[in-house]
């Protein structure tokens, strides 16, 4: 169809009136007419105002799109016609409709960039000219103004979106900043023009267009705070009238009036908060002074409703504390001038000024949305007040320890918990917000703790009894005494474990007199993180224990609290193991219950697992397999009833397995009876045993008994065995048994060799049916263990080969090498791990070395970076290992060529740029230990047209060559050749996209 008006108005009208259908095909038809050569003619019949606002519209965007893509289309003898069309048509639509006037400015911005630095010097001195009231009387003054503003700001922005050559966008961008005082001139005047009248709603529309011209031309650069008094002095007065003289206390502000509000502020903060400001100390301090004599009178208006605004409050606080931030040095040194300098009033007025917005009433994020702004300027003055090698006065210290006590308060109030969870205002997404809220409090609660050290200690101390005392008043009082114990969470980290003193002992005491049974459940569940969180420094104080343990035994029957109570008795147990011994059985009668019982959650009775196995470890080992029976009896009669039945596996019946196994492994990880320090052991004995007798009965198994680890492994492999002939094709119940099998081997280590043939096998045969990387891994632990040992080292040679050649005929029966790509990754970090350990197995017959080698060349070209690094890190291996064994050197001689030309065709293009480190190592090892054959193999690839890509010249392929042969160790240097004939191959070669990072 031709690209006429007509037509062009029945395809605009087609998009916007019909189905989608239609509605593609209309859309496919305008972008190719967008692109044609005729676009430059039809744009300005369907720019005639008898056209639709929608035909204008698509004219308008079209006359954009040519400029901004195709202005090589534009001889230099038209340049000036356009300019006259341009500007004629944004004055006929000056008057709207709003959306084509902003495309045409939009689109004379665009054209003011290409044709500023040589066609049309003095643009900004014309447009200032042009768009003057009296020089165009058919046009309201207002909108002239606001036309000009609008073409003045796009300018700036629309820079940042084309795609000049460096050189270029260098040379228009000094145009620009040069332009940039003259531009600031004119926005000073048309403020202090409309200001000299009083303040009217009527010039908003004018004032917030000349705050977004100031903001966008701030942001460009160009312009300091020096060249900027006069305009922060017009946009605070904007600003402060604006409030004033338009709010009222019934409506408020309407949402223009708060949109010019937002906008004058982002205007100084863009400026005063300028990375290149602190250069100015006197004139920012001077600034900062003015804004808080006008900004702060409107925060306390603010603060004393009722009903306050947060759209006014928001801006002006991110103001302050953008500001703040930026500039947290001189606030610092001004807090270092005598207490009656105005420097020193001004800034312990703007860290108040914050600590009130911290302090902003209500509950985040329900009632406000102010407080979270303050949290990186409190860590931003504690740096700058406690910076090492500074000269902070203790006077700053002592000025700023009365506010972050204050601030103490304030976070203490602004992380308490809704009292009721269903309330129908907290919806879960605010609940989300408010835990994120309350961590950002922790870390300040954290960072406070520098600045006020026992003095914060103190006051949550004094908190929290004053919260409990409430709490007997009234238990709806509860999230009081909560955030008080969430404090105390926040700070754990700053104890050292040797630490003394009397405030942790007695918050220890305080804990087991809080009435959880009366109070919400969250606030046992935070006690119980506070244990978790201490437990380091519980294991130096083990007597804390006896208040810690009957309450963490508390947590575990209830189920509301499950991962508190697990991962506190997990800390607990893992940090104190040595002091664990007296509470052994208490605590393995609760875990039994609650398992009996099933009162937890299947991840908090995984969990369990963990503290069991730490907790079983201390015992003797009658003790140990008296407690296993227990729980292993009813697991082994359960697996045994599943498969024995002959029906395939429900889902109920697959999680049920999963759980079981997932319980083992854990147990298996932390039941190690050899696992504490005789020491500790010693040191139990003289603390909780009373009589010699005892003493003997209880000490930890020794070296000449078995593990109990191994006899429950040895008791349970014939299920796991029949387990994985039965499910040797469900990847997930195989993964677990794995599982649970590597962290046995890694517990038992060399007390492990009983099972190792039984382990073998079941690993074989798994492997046979379903190869999986959790088997893998498995294997890596028995062949790196016992590899080199004469009792397996043949049946661990055999097993090899097999899962070698099973390996190998998956990938040869494979479309697609990617479809295994993580079994290869772990395949080839197993032999890697061989070639470094017992390399000797490897080498023996029945492995074929050559499909191996070919194998790992192919995964170069898999788009899994992990498989390719795992697959070069093997060639590697191999590579350097090749001179001083034959079958190796015979493998590279034969199949070296294949790899060369697959690394090039990688690096040509085969492979994403993010991928291409692993190839360095591969070239500096073949460079080191095979250069001869290295040169040769590239003059062939040098020879062959269009190989690695048809971009590069032969000269360039030689030079890469020349480049690579030169470099035998230096890594950095291989991968920056690389790097830069790849871009060659791609031809990316010059531009912006090829200058990114290679992980761009």
Same mark, same amino acid.
């Given at each position: 169809?031709?690209?006429?008006?007509?037509?062009?108005?029945?395809?605009?009208?087609?998009?916007?009136?019909?189905?989608?259908?239609?509605?593609?095909?209309?859309?496919?038809?305008?972008?190719?007419?967008?692109?044609?050569?005729?676009?430059?003619?039809?744009?300005?019949?369907?720019?005639?105002?008898?056209?639709?606002?929608?035909?204008?519209?698509?004219?308008?965007?079209?006359?954009?799109?040519?400029?901004?893509?195709?202005?090589?289309?534009?001889?230099?003898?038209?340049?000036?016609?356009?300019?006259?069309?341009?500007?004629?048509?944004?004055?006929?639509?000056?008057?709207?409709?709003?959306?084509?006037?902003?495309?045409?400015?939009?689109?004379?911005?665009?054209?003011?960039?290409?044709?500023?630095?040589?066609?049309?010097?003095?643009?900004?001195?014309?447009?200032?000219?042009?768009?003057?009231?009296?020089?165009?009387?058919?046009?309201?003054?207002?909108?002239?103004?606001?036309?000009?503003?609008?073409?003045?700001?796009?300018?700036?922005?629309?820079?940042?979106?084309?795609?000049?050559?460096?050189?270029?966008?260098?040379?228009?961008?000094?145009?620009?900043?040069?332009?940039?005082?003259?531009?600031?001139?004119?926005?000073?005047?048309?403020?202090?023009?409309?200001?000299?009248?009083?303040?009217?709603?009527?010039?908003?529309?004018?004032?917030?267009?000349?705050?977004?011209?100031?903001?966008?031309?701030?942001?460009?650069?160009?312009?300091?705070?020096?060249?900027?008094?006069?305009?922060?002095?017009?946009?605070?007065?904007?600003?402060?009238?604006?409030?004033?003289?338009?709010?009222?206390?019934?409506?408020?502000?309407?949402?223009?009036?708060?949109?010019?509000?937002?906008?004058?502020?982002?205007?100084?903060?863009?400026?005063?908060?300028?990375?290149?400001?602190?250069?100015?100390?006197?004139?920012?301090?001077?600034?900062?002074?003015?804004?808080?004599?006008?900004?702060?009178?409107?925060?306390?208006?603010?603060?004393?409703?009722?009903?306050?605004?947060?759209?006014?409050?928001?801006?002006?606080?991110?103001?302050?504390?953008?500001?703040?931030?930026?500039?947290?040095?001189?606030?610092?040194?001004?807090?270092?001038?005598?207490?009656?300098?105005?420097?020193?009033?001004?800034?312990?007025?703007?860290?108040?000024?914050?600590?009130?917005?911290?302090?902003?009433?209500?509950?985040?994020?329900?009632?406000?949305?102010?407080?979270?702004?303050?949290?990186?300027?409190?860590?931003?003055?504690?740096?700058?007040?406690?910076?090492?090698?500074?000269?902070?006065?203790?006077?700053?210290?002592?000025?700023?320890?009365?506010?972050?006590?204050?601030?103490?308060?304030?976070?203490?109030?602004?992380?308490?918990?809704?009292?009721?969870?269903?309330?129908? =205002?907290?919806?879960?997404?605010?609940?989300?917000?408010?835990?994120?809220?309350?961590?950002?409090?922790?870390?300040?609660?954290?960072?406070?703790?520098?600045?006020?050290?026992?003095?914060?200690?103190?006051?949550?101390?004094?908190?929290?009894?004053?919260?409990?005392?409430?709490?007997?008043?009234?238990?709806?009082?509860?999230?009081?005494?909560?955030?008080?114990?969430?404090?105390?969470?926040?700070?754990?980290?700053?104890?050292?474990?040797?630490?003394?003193?009397?405030?942790?002992?007695?918050?220890?005491?305080?804990?087991?007199?809080?009435?959880?049974?009366?109070?919400?459940?969250?606030?046992?569940?935070?006690?119980?993180?506070?244990?978790?969180?201490?437990?380091?420094?519980?294991?130096?104080?083990?007597?804390?224990?006896?208040?810690?343990?009957?309450?963490?035994?508390?947590?575990?029957?209830?189920?509301?609290?499950?991962?508190?109570?697990?991962?506190?008795?997990?800390?607990?147990?893992?940090?104190?193991?040595?002091?664990?011994?007296?509470?052994?059985?208490?605590?393995?009668?609760?875990?039994?219950?609650?398992?009996?019982?099933?009162?937890?959650?299947?991840?908090?009775?995984?969990?369990?697992?963990?503290?069991?196995?730490?907790?079983?470890?201390?015992?003797?080992?009658?003790?140990?397999?008296?407690?296993?029976?227990?729980?292993?009896?009813?697991?082994?009669?359960?697996?045994?009833?599943?498969?024995?039945?002959?029906?395939?596996?429900?889902?109920?019946?697959?999680?049920?397995?999963?759980?079981?196994?997932?319980?083992?492994?854990?147990?298996?990880?932390?039941?190690?009876?050899?696992?504490?320090?005789?020491?500790?052991?010693?040191?139990?004995?003289?603390?909780?045993?009373?009589?010699?007798?005892?003493?003997?009965?209880?000490?930890?198994?020794?070296?000449?008994?078995?593990?109990?680890?191994?006899?429950?492994?040895?008791?349970?492999?014939?299920?796991?065995?029949?387990?994985?002939?039965?499910?040797?094709?469900?990847?997930?119940?195989?993964?677990?048994?794995?599982?649970?099998?590597?962290?046995?081997?890694?517990?038992?280590?060399?007390?492990? =060799?009983?099972?190792?043939?039984?382990?073998?096998?079941?690993?074989?045969?798994?492997?046979?049916?379903?190869?999986?990387?959790?088997?893998?891994?498995?294997?890596?632990?028995?062949?790196?263990?016992?590899?080199?040992?004469?009792?397996?080292?043949?049946?661990?040679?055999?097993?090899?080969?097999?899962?070698?050649?099973?390996?190998?005929?998956?990938?040869?029966?494979?479309?697609?090498?990617?479809?295994?790509?993580?079994?290869?990754?772990?395949?080839?970090?197993?032999?890697?791990?061989?070639?470094?350990?017992?390399?000797?197995?490897?080498?023996?017959?029945?492995?074929?070395?050559?499909?191996?080698?070919?194998?790992?060349?192919?995964?170069?070209?898999?788009?899994?970076?992990?498989?390719?690094?795992?697959?070069?890190?093997?060639?590697?291996?191999?590579?350097?290992?090749?001179?001083?064994?034959?079958?190796?050197?015979?493998?590279?001689?034969?199949?070296?060529?294949?790899?060369?030309?697959?690394?090039?065709?990688?690096?040509?293009?085969?492979?994403?740029?993010?991928?291409?480190?692993?190839?360095?190592?591969?070239?500096?090892?073949?460079?080191?230990?095979?250069?001869?054959?290295?040169?040769?193999?590239?003059?062939?690839?040098?020879?062959?047209?269009?190989?690695?890509?048809?971009?590069?010249?032969?000269?360039?392929?030689?030079?890469?060559?020349?480049?690579?042969?030169?470099?035998?160790?230096?890594?950095?240097?291989?991968?920056?050749?690389?790097?830069?004939?790849?871009?060659?191959?791609?031809?990316?070669?010059?531009?912006?996209?090829?200058?990114?990072?290679?992980?761009?």
């Amino acid at each position: 169809m031709e690209y006429t008006a007509e037509n062009l108005e029945k395809a605009v009208t087609l998009f916007y009136r019909s189905e989608a259908g239609q509605q593609a095909q209309a859309h496919q038809w305008l972008t190719e007419a967008q692109s044609c050569p005729q676009a430059w003619s039809f744009v300005w019949e369907l720019l005639q105002p008898q056209r639709s606002s929608e035909v204008q519209f698509f004219a308008a965007t079209t006359l954009h799109t040519k400029i901004l893509r195709y202005w090589h289309e534009v001889p230099t003898e038209q340049y000036e016609p356009l300019k006259k069309q341009l500007l004629d048509a944004i004055l006929t639509y000056a008057m709207g409709p709003k959306i084509v006037l902003n495309r045409l400015c939009i689109t004379l911005s665009a054209y003011i960039l290409y044709t500023i630095p040589h066609y049309w010097p003095n643009a900004f001195a014309e447009l200032l000219t042009s768009f003057q009231p009296q020089n165009l009387p058919n046009i309201q003054p207002e909108r002239i103004i606001w036309v000009l503003l609008e073409i003045l700001t796009l300018i700036p922005e629309e820079f940042q979106s084309m795609n000049f050559l460096l050189t270029q966008k260098n040379v228009v961008k000094n145009e620009l900043q040069n332009a940039s005082k003259d531009v600031l001139k004119a926005i000073e005047a048309y403020m202090s023009t409309i200001m000299s009248n009083t303040f009217s709603s009527a010039d908003i529309t004018t004032y917030l267009h000349a705050a977004r011209c100031a903001h966008a031309w701030f942001q460009f650069g160009g312009i300091t705070i020096a060249n900027c008094d006069n305009i922060i002095q017009y946009l605070l007065e904007i600003c402060a009238n604006c409030y004033w003289k338009c709010s009222s206390p019934s409506d408020g502000l309407s949402s223009d009036e708060t949109e010019l509000i937002e906008a004058t502020l982002e205007a100084i903060c863009t400026i005063v908060a300028h990375p290149l400001s602190h250069k100015y100390p006197m004139l920012v301090t001077i600034q900062l002074d003015r804004i808080m004599n006008k900004l702060v009178k409107i925060l306390q208006a603010e603060r004393g409703k009722n009903d306050f605004d947060m759209n006014v409050q928001v801006p002006i606080y991110s103001l302050i504390i953008t500001c703040a931030e930026t500039h947290s040095k001189i606030l610092i040194d001004n807090l270092m001038k005598p207490p009656d300098s105005r420097e020193y009033e001004l800034s312990l007025c703007i860290i108040h000024t914050i600590l009130m917005c911290t302090d902003t009433k209500g509950a985040h994020p329900i009632d406000e949305e102010c407080s979270n702004l303050t949290f990186g300027f409190w860590y931003l003055l504690q740096d700058e007040v406690i910076k090492p090698n500074t000269e902070i006065s203790e006077s700053v210290v002592q000025t700023v320890k009365p506010i972050y006590k204050d601030l103490i308060s304030v976070l203490l109030r602004k992380s308490m918990l809704p009292s009721n969870d269903d309330d129908p =205002k907290w919806s879960s997404e605010s609940k989300e917000t408010l835990r994120c809220h309350r961590q950002d409090i922790a870390d300040t609660m954290m960072y406070s703790y520098k600045i006020l050290d026992d003095d914060l200690l103190n006051i949550l101390q004094d908190k929290l009894h004053e919260s409990i005392n409430f709490c007997y008043e009234n238990v709806e009082n509860w999230p009081h005494v909560e955030a008080c114990l969430y404090a105390y969470f926040a700070i754990a980290e700053h104890f050292e474990c040797e630490e003394e003193g009397v405030h942790l002992p007695e918050l220890m005491q305080i804990l087991t007199k809080i009435p959880y049974e009366k109070l919400h459940v969250k606030v046992l569940s935070t006690a119980l993180d506070i244990i978790g969180a201490y437990a380091t420094w519980i294991n130096v104080h083990p007597y804390v224990l006896n208040n810690v343990i009957p309450l963490i035994l508390l947590g575990l029957m209830n189920p509301d609290v499950g991962t508190s109570s697990t991962m506190a008795l997990k800390d607990i147990t893992r940090e104190c193991q040595a002091h664990i011994h007296s509470y052994a059985i208490q605590i393995l009668q609760t875990t039994q219950q609650v398992l009996q019982q099933r009162i937890l959650r299947v991840p908090e009775n995984i969990r369990l697992m963990y503290s069991v196995g730490k907790v079983l470890s201390v015992l003797p080992l009658a003790n140990i397999m008296e407690y296993l029976n227990f729980i292993l009896i009813p697991i082994i009669e359960e697996f045994q009833t599943i498969l024995d039945d002959t029906q395939p596996f429900n889902n109920a019946t697959r999680s049920l397995i999963i759980i079981k196994l997932r319980m083992i492994a854990m147990l298996f990880s932390t039941l190690h009876t050899n696992n504490i320090q005789s020491d500790d052991i010693d040191e139990v004995k003289k603390e909780n045993l009373n009589n010699t007798q005892s003493s003997s009965n209880n000490a930890p198994s020794s070296n000449n008994q078995p593990q109990p680890t191994l006899i429950v492994l040895q008791k349970i492999m014939p299920l796991f065995n029949q387990l994985a002939r039965k499910t040797c094709e469900d990847v997930e119940i195989m993964d677990v048994l794995y599982s649970a099998l590597k962290h046995a081997i890694i517990t038992l280590l060399d007390d492990s =060799k009983p099972l190792v043939n039984d382990i073998l096998q079941l690993l074989v045969n798994g492997y046979r049916v379903k190869p999986l990387c959790s088997a893998l891994v498995v294997f890596r632990h028995l062949i790196l263990m016992f590899g080199k040992d004469s009792e397996f080292s043949h049946t661990m040679h055999l097993l090899l080969c097999e899962i070698v050649n099973i390996t190998l005929q998956l990938t040869a029966a494979s479309k697609n090498i990617s479809e295994n790509a993580d079994v290869l990754d772990a395949f080839f970090a197993v032999l890697t791990q061989l070639f470094k350990k017992c390399p000797e197995l490897l080498y023996r017959d029945g492995i074929h070395i050559l499909a191996l080698f070919q194998c790992a060349t192919a995964c170069l070209g898999v788009p899994e970076l992990s498989t390719v690094k795992s697959a070069a890190n093997f060639l590697v291996k191999f590579i350097l290992q090749s001179r001083e064994c034959e079958p190796l050197l015979s493998t590279v001689h034969t199949a070296g060529e294949a790899l060369v030309i697959k690394v090039c065709a990688c690096i040509g293009g085969e492979s994403p740029r993010t991928g291409l480190d692993p190839f360095a190592d591969i070239l500096l090892a073949l460079n080191k230990k095979f250069c001869d054959y290295l040169a040769r193999w590239f003059a062939i690839i040098v020879a062959q047209d269009g190989f690695p890509s048809r971009l590069p010249t032969t000269a360039q392929k030689e030079q890469f060559v020349k480049s690579v042969l030169r470099e035998k160790a230096n890594k950095h240097k291989m991968k920056e050749t690389i790097k830069e004939f790849s871009l060659i191959c791609r031809g990316l070669v010059g531009t912006e996209y090829g200058s990114h990072n290679s992980y761009l």
